[in-house]
């Protein structure tokens, strides 16, 4: 019986499949604009909840909102920003513990939410450091951070503390190699979502590193060429998709294992804008989300036909982030001014 009803299954979704395919990609939808007390700061960062009904946003004043992404909505302020405080770069819900938001700013602070308190549970902060990214690993034991002193910094979610640093190279004493650390600032970092102990990093320094959190102080393994100045790096299976700041060419599909070009994929935007991307993300079914200031917008494009499949254009303003909700069909645009928009691929 048990079996009768697995092949049951696996044709009804083999079915599925021939008939999404018969229908061709999906189209994006542009569902809502959202307004936000906090937009004339602009919104720097994006992060869809585990379960994809609630969406976090940072901000340049050091803000963090909360957006109820069925109805459109404020749900919760978490920190309602302050004049002394900097963006909030990079936002991360906590993979075991989804109700726990970890969020990290320019001013190098380092702050850990509860979605029902606007009092931090925990406060780090590394100083003399501007934080650019940050990433939680599959499982939720640590998190990594990134920024302008280069350096990698491990820590133990459990407690917050510190366990390991992977020390930027030196140039003074001439250690700088391709196994080394980045030669310039970071921008993004993003464990791998299917492998415990991967992360890749990415900056102004036009390489990709990745990295095993075992090792002292190596990088396993190097892609040359992208720029990136912003969260435009993710991974998905052996594919990694990076969004460069550069006026041509710049969203680029890699292989994990060979580090080699897979294709460029086209962008939308005239010769005289460029397309300057400064983020990147995988959605479902072969499609991509990116954006950055070329255009002033993002785009999603399926990465087999090289279709644009919609366009999100903010008013002369650059798109500063873009995030995916688990599932891949909903997606998250924002940049300077707020703009945030959500959409759908469907």
Same mark, same amino acid.
């Given at each position: 019986?048990?079996?009768?009803?697995?092949?049951?299954?696996? /044709?009804?979704?083999?079915?599925?499949?021939?008939?999404?395919?018969?229908?061709?990609?999906?189209?994006?939808?542009?569902?809502?604009?959202?307004?936000?007390?906090?937009?004339?700061?602009?919104? @720097?960062?994006?992060?869809?909840?585990?379960?994809?009904?609630?969406?976090?946003?940072?901000?340049?004043?050091?803000?963090?909102?909360?957006?109820?992404?069925?109805?459109?909505?404020?749900?919760?302020?978490?920190?309602?920003?302050?004049?002394?405080?900097?963006?909030?770069?990079?936002?991360? @819900?906590?993979?075991?513990?989804?109700?726990?938001?970890?969020?990290?700013?320019?001013?190098?602070?380092?702050?850990?939410?509860?979605?029902?308190?606007?009092?931090?549970?925990?406060?780090?902060?590394?100083?003399? &450091?501007? $934080?650019?990214?940050?990433?939680?690993?599959?499982?939720?034991?640590?998190?990594?951070?990134?920024?302008?002193?280069?350096?990698?910094? /491990?820590?133990?979610?459990?407690?917050?503390?510190?366990?390991?640093?992977?020390?930027?190279?030196?140039?003074?004493?001439?250690?700088?190699?391709?196994?080394?650390?980045?030669?310039?600032?970071?921008?993004?970092?993003?464990?791998?979502?299917?492998?415990?102990?991967?992360?890749?990093?990415?900056?102004?320094?036009?390489?990709?590193? $990745?990295?095993?959190?075992?090792?002292?102080?190596?990088?396993?393994?190097?892609?040359?060429?992208?720029?990136?100045?912003?969260?435009?790096?993710?991974?998905?299976?052996?594919?990694?998709?990076?969004?460069?700041?550069?006026?041509?060419?710049?969203?680029?599909?890699?292989?994990?294992?060979?580090?080699?070009?897979?294709? &460029?994929?086209?962008?939308?935007?005239?010769?005289?804008?460029?397309?300057?991307? @400064?983020?990147?993300?995988?959605?479902?079914?072969?499609?991509?989300?990116?954006?950055?200031?070329?255009?002033?917008?993002?785009?999603?494009?399926?990465?087999?036909? &090289?279709?644009?499949?919609?366009?999100?254009?903010?008013?002369?303003?650059? +798109?500063?982030?873009?995030?995916?909700?688990?599932?891949?069909? +909903?997606?998250?645009?924002?940049?300077?001014?707020?703009?945030?928009?959500?959409?759908?691929?469907?």
């Amino acid at each position: 019986m048990a079996r009768r009803r697995l092949e049951r299954a696996l /044709l009804e979704s083999r079915s599925r499949e021939r008939e999404e395919a018969a229908q061709g990609p999906a189209q994006l939808r542009i569902r809502y604009q959202v307004p936000l007390s906090s937009d004339p700061h602009g919104i @720097y960062s994006l992060r869809f909840a585990p379960a994809g009904g609630c969406l976090a946003a940072g901000f340049g004043n050091g803000a963090v909102q909360i957006v109820n992404v069925a109805t459109a909505s404020l749900h919760s302020s978490l920190f309602r920003g302050h004049r002394t405080r900097h963006a909030i770069t990079a936002l991360a @819900y906590h993979p075991g513990r989804p109700s726990l938001l970890l969020a990290v700013g320019a001013d190098g602070i380092i702050s850990l939410y509860s979605m029902d308190s606007e009092t931090p549970l925990a406060t780090v902060t590394e100083k003399e &450091n501007e $934080i650019n990214a940050m990433d939680f690993c599959m499982d939720g034991s640590t998190y990594a951070t990134a920024g302008k002193d280069r350096h990698i910094r /491990l820590y133990d979610s459990h407690t917050n503390q510190l366990s390991h640093i992977l020390q930027a190279p030196d140039f003074m004493t001439g250690d700088v190699t391709p196994s080394s650390g980045h030669s310039r600032r970071i921008f993004a970092l993003r464990f791998h979502p299917g492998e415990r102990h991967m992360f890749l990093t990415a900056g102004w320094d036009d390489c990709v590193k $990745i990295w095993d959190k075992r090792m002292a102080k190596e990088a396993q393994r190097v892609i040359n060429g992208p720029h990136i100045c912003g969260p435009g790096l993710d991974i998905q299976g052996n594919c990694v998709l990076t969004g460069s700041w550069v006026p041509h060419n710049a969203l680029q599909l890699w292989d994990l294992r060979t580090s080699q070009l897979q294709k &460029n994929l086209p962008f939308p935007g005239g010769p005289t804008q460029g397309q300057f991307l @400064y983020a990147a993300r995988f959605c479902d079914q072969d499609v991509v989300m990116a954006g950055g200031s070329g255009t002033s917008g993002a785009s999603a494009i399926h990465t087999g036909t &090289n279709q644009v499949l919609g366009e999100i254009l903010l008013p002369n303003k650059p +798109v500063q982030a873009v995030a995916v909700a688990p599932g891949g069909r +909903v997606v998250a645009v924002a940049g300077i001014g707020g703009n945030l928009h959500i959409a759908d691929l469907h």
